[in-house]
């Protein structure tokens, strides 16, 4: 198996968090500097962390979105290969156009962190352990979680089953209760909540175990 | 002569010590050194005195006169922690002095070669919600939460007392804790006797804040706008930048000594750096790279331009250690050398000698007063009334707005009254905070006492070993006798407990000053404790499902201050109660009325009370009640049996039962949503 | 009528968005010099008097939506 890329760029801080969480699931965790290219075809499937890309300066994941490491990212999502965006990782597929939509200021513009009840709105093999109707507990924490996206899209996401995860009670005014989607092809996901920091014992909530992703040929590029 | 000693805040006592040591007048650039080092903000000239008594609270494993105070739990872990205040700029600009609070107290912490894993705040505002009030509530809350989350270190604890004697003067200070990675020793910022290459790193050098740390040695009169000094605006996004770079210098053995760039800038690391050396330093100050044209050397030596530091490292190593830098970004520029041959600072400007300095005259041998000091007697009469805590939602919305697990090291948070961290043993490090002014303001004496003792006893009840403490020492006007008593009670008294109970003193910080208008703060010695637990399964404040029945311990303060020598016995034997029996829950009550105290532990769980409280509960609660919910009779039999053994009583308070309502018997008194409700009220007062 | 209000980081002050545009940027367009990151709020008021409105708008800014301790704003008639 080849290694899963863990992406970072410049003030990324979940970085570490996520490279252990993916390391204790199971798999390989590798480095992939953001400000670097990379080759996709050495990598099972790649990992975007949260924190503070670039300082979340001019907008939320605008400026990762534009660096080097994210050509290669485009590509290997092209070729079908699995992504997962995390908080700010998922700001910056946005930015990327990746995935449709954005992510912007919570209602109330307060940063918020919280546990939240999220509802598996739709079943991926990808995810195996992620039953439709599922409750899982994980933690949330940003300033800019609310999303949103024009209202055809948002239509089209709910009929083609591109909303995976939704909030049983939207803590930041998200469009449609929406705290995950998936792009078109369903390869790349993008989610808000962090489960990279529920899965052991002593963390409030082990249900980050439950996103850990199981590929199939058509994800392996 | 006088308006250049009013210009820099120097007094004509001082100038004749200066007269003194150098033998004429200051020149040039010196009036800007002196008037740095030696502000009260910098030389700590009115406290040092009597923080020196912190000296004999020191034992093995812990150490003191750095940056930051270390404490070494054993097993190759070693923690780093400090507090320190921002309150004169956080009460001009809140958001950016509280940010920028935030940024100065990690420095402390990766200057010595540790990561920053948990923040803490200590909060104190006027009680009346009036515009200014609300304006500096919010903008404190989200400067410490802008720039604490974006840097990626959780806040995890926190106190914030409302209290009218700060309306016009708050207080905010900002406490970091700190690992040293296994193997990692300590970076110092005592130079090497050797030559080496002074080295800037971090920001460029702007106009920010200069004459800052003059500034913040001094009361506020009526016109604030007068003090619009150039604030200073940090930027988390650089900070973390500048974590990761100096931590991998320093994990690469590339470099001697750091020192963080903080009040005074550049003066104040370049002579701290070579008083401790006791080496020459040669710098030169064209060099240091600047934001702004044209820049004054005066301006580069007292920028307080943020996210800098100042490093030594040997010239074989400037390649290695600007290679890392650049991966981050980030500049790494020579700007002098050290000169073991001798031992004064050297400043130029292209070419030129701007002065030669001796550091022990700015830094050793700054003035260091003996303040008078007399107590005032109290005329405050103390009513047995609740202190008027305000409601837990007040406190909600300021820790719902700081991430509490990135680094997933987060145990237990801000929600719980001591937060815990994983170390990579597995066992947890708790921190908590004490200070209440509605008892300092009583006595100081007494209100130093709780400020150690509360925190003390929130960590033991957790099963938790205090093993450290960092204060911030927030008082009025030094040059007033009652102020200055105020301030020697509370040193002493921590050191005293801090020898009895073996809780080093190892780091803090003095705000001085806090005066306004002639009116000053209440002694306000905030304290925060680092202490060690060797579980992740920690009771929390509030019942819990295990929960049954729920006893109630009262631990009287005048007894406790009676029976002092008897400290270490009755806290050492209270925790391992807790560390064998396991309690599901153990709280030290606020103060409030008991109604109000004990619905916040009904949050899971129903607490069914014995009939006999109907009568209390509108009765503040006692300093200090501790609530355990115990799992057997044996573990109730062995807290009674503790209870006798040390004098204090242990009473049956009720019992624990599915629900979340405080109830007596079938009566239901108090649910919990409806105190949740209760809140908003409070909120809503405050604007938010 | 309508009004412009440019608001900019004071100048000699530590502009972090700037800075890290800039940063990023330089790297892929090799003619940049410097970034400024600020706001543009458009504001309309029922003022026909054109001083009335303009001082209006000034106090605006200067009350709230600037940080005139660290920023700096223009304000700007714009046609309707």
């Given at each position: 198996m080849k290694p899963i890329g863990v992406l970072t760029f410049p003030g990324t801080n979940c970085d570490e968090d996520v490279f252990k969480w993916a390391g204790h699931l199971g798999n390989e965790p590798k480095w992939i500097s953001g400000q670097d290219h990379f080759e996709p075809k050495d990598y099972e499937a790649l990992l975007i962390p949260g924190g503070f890309s670039y300082g979340d300066y001019l907008r939320c994941g605008a400026l990762a979105a534009r660096s080097p490491a994210m050509e290669d990212v485009r590509r290997f999502a092209q070729a079908g290969g699995f992504v997962l965006g995390i908080c700010n990782g998922f700001q910056i597929l946005c930015e990327s156009g990746l995935l449709p939509g954005a992510l912007v200021r919570n209602e109330g513009g307060l940063f918020r962190d919280d546990f939240v009840q999220l509802r598996v709105t739709n079943y991926f093999k990808i995810f195996p352990h992620l039953s439709d109707d599922k409750i899982v507990r994980i933690p949330i924490a940003h300033g800019e979680g609310r999303y949103t996206v024009d209202p055809q899209e948002l239509k089209k996401l709910q009929d083609e089953g591109q909303v995976w995860l939704s909030y049983a009670d939207n803590p930041n005014g998200s469009l449609g209760d929406i705290a995950g989607i998936s792009n078109e092809n369903k390869n790349v996901f993008g989610l808000m909540p962090h489960p990279e920091r529920a899965y052991q014992p002593w963390m409030d909530s082990e249900d980050g175990r439950f996103f850990q992703w199981k590929l199939s040929s058509k994800n392996i590029v | 002569m006088e308006a250049q000693l009013k210009k820099y805040r120097i007094s004509s006592a001082e100038l004749d010590l200066i007269r003194a040591q150098l033998g004429r007048d200051p020149e040039g650039v010196e009036w800007a050194l002196y008037s740095a080092l030696w502000s009260e903000h910098c030389s700590y000239k009115s406290s040092r005195r009597h923080l020196k008594k912190f000296a004999g609270t020191l034992k093995a494993g812990s150490q003191g006169g750095e940056n930051a105070g270390l404490i070494d739990l054993g097993k190759d872990e070693k923690v780093i922690f400090k507090m320190e205040s921002h309150n004169h700029p956080s009460f001009i600009e809140p958001f950016h002095g509280a940010a920028t609070g935030v940024g100065g107290i990690l420095r402390d912490i990766f200057t010595m070669g540790a990561r920053p894993i948990a923040l803490a705040d200590f909060l104190c505002f006027g009680d009346q919600p009036t515009d200014k009030m609300k304006s500096l509530y919010k903008g404190v809350v989200k400067g410490i939460s802008h720039y604490g989350n974006c840097v990626g270190v959780p806040t995890t604890q926190g106190i914030t007392n409302f209290h009218?004697?700060?309306?016009k003067n708050i207080l905010v200070n900002a406490m970091a804790v700190g690992l040293l990675e296994k193997g990692q020793p300590m970076i110092s910022s005592k130079p090497l006797k050797k030559k080496s290459l002074i080295v800037y790193v971090g920001s460029k050098t702007g106009r920010d804040g200069v004459h800052g740390a003059a500034m913040a040695s001094e009361s506020f009169g009526?016109?604030?706008?007068?003090?619009?000094?150039n604030i200073q605006i940090g930027d988390p996004y650089f900070e973390k930048l500048l974590i990761e770079a100096c931590l991998s210098v320093a994990k690469e053995n590339l470099i001697e000594c750091m020192q963080d760039m903080g009040a005074a800038g550049l003066t104040s690391s370049s002579f701290e750096m070579a008083a401790q050396g006791q080496i020459g330093f040669d710098i030169n100050l064209d060099l240091v790279p600047q934001r702004e044209a044209d820049m004054e050397p005066e301006e580069i030596l007292l920028s307080?331009?943020?996210e800098r530091m100042l490093l030594l490292c040997d010239e074989t190593n400037l390649t290695g250690v600007q290679k890392h830098f650049a991966k981050y970004g980030l500049e790494a520029v020579k700007i002098g050398d050290t000169d073991p041959s001798r031992t004064d600072v050297k400043l130029m400007w292209h070419g030129k000698i701007l002065t030669r300095m001796e550091p022990k005259h700015l830094v050793d041998n700054a003035p260091m007063y003996d303040r008078p000091y007399e107590r005032k007697a109290n005329a405050v009469q103390s009513e047995k009334k609740p202190a008027p805590w305000p409601h837990p939602a007040l406190r909600e919305w300021i820790y719902r707005q700081y991430d509490q697990r990135v680094g997933t090291r987060?145990?237990?948070?801000?929600?719980?009254s001591s937060a815990f961290m994983i170390l990579p043993s597995g066992r947890t490090l708790g921190v908590a905070l004490g200070c209440d002014p509605w008892l300092t303001n009583e006595d100081a004496r007494t209100g130093a006492f709780d400020a150690f003792m509360r925190p003390f006893l929130n960590l033991t009840i957790k099963g938790a070993t205090p093993k450290g403490l960092t204060d911030c020492m927030n008082f009025g006007n030094p040059e007033k006798p009652f102020v200055m008593a105020q301030f020697v009670d509370s040193v002493e008294t921590f050191t005293e407990l801090g020898k009895l109970l073996s809780v080093p003193v190892v780091s803090g910080n003095v705000s001085f000053y806090n005066e306004t208008e002639g009116e000053n703060i209440p002694p306000t010695p905030a304290v925060g404790i680092i202490g060690l637990a060797e579980t992740t399964s920690l009771p929390f404040d509030e019942l819990k499902s295990a929960s049954k029945q729920v006893y109630l311990v009262k631990m009287p303060l005048e007894k406790l201050i009676e029976q002092k020598e008897n400290l270490p016995e009755i806290t050492d034997s209270l925790r391992n109660w807790v560390t064998e029996n396991k309690p599901a829950s153990a709280k030290l009550l606020s103060r409030r009325t008991w109604r109000e105290s004990l619905i916040s532990l009904c949050s899971e769980r129903s607490l069914i009370l014995e009939k006999s409280w109907e009568k209390q509960l509108d009765f503040p609660t006692d300093l200090y009640s501790i609530v355990f919910s115990v799992k057997d009779e044996a573990s109730a039999n062995s807290l009674k049996a503790w209870g006798q053994k040390t004098g204090f009583a242990v009473e049956l308070l009720g019992t624990a039962a599915p629900g979340s309502q405080l109830r007596v018997q079938t009566q239901d008194i108090l649910a919990f949503k409806d105190w949740r409700s209760a809140g908003r009220k409070s909120l809503e007062a405050w604007g938010l | 009528m309508k009004f412009g209000v440019r608001i900019l980081p004071k100048k000699g002050f530590l502009d972090p968005q700037g800075r890290a545009v800039e940063a990023l940027l330089k790297e892929q367009h090799k003619t940049l010099n410097t970034v400024h990151v600020g706001k543009w709020i458009e504001v309309q008021v029922n003022e026909k008097d054109a001083v009335k409105a303009f001082k209006a708008v000034e106090q605006m800014a200067m009350e709230v939506l600037a940080n005139p301790m660290t920023e700096s704003f223009e304000v700007e008639k714009l046609e309707s």
């Open positions: - | 009218p004697a700060y309306q009526q016109d604030l706008t007068s003090k619009k000094p307080e331009s943020q987060t145990v237990r948070t801000a929600s719980q | -």
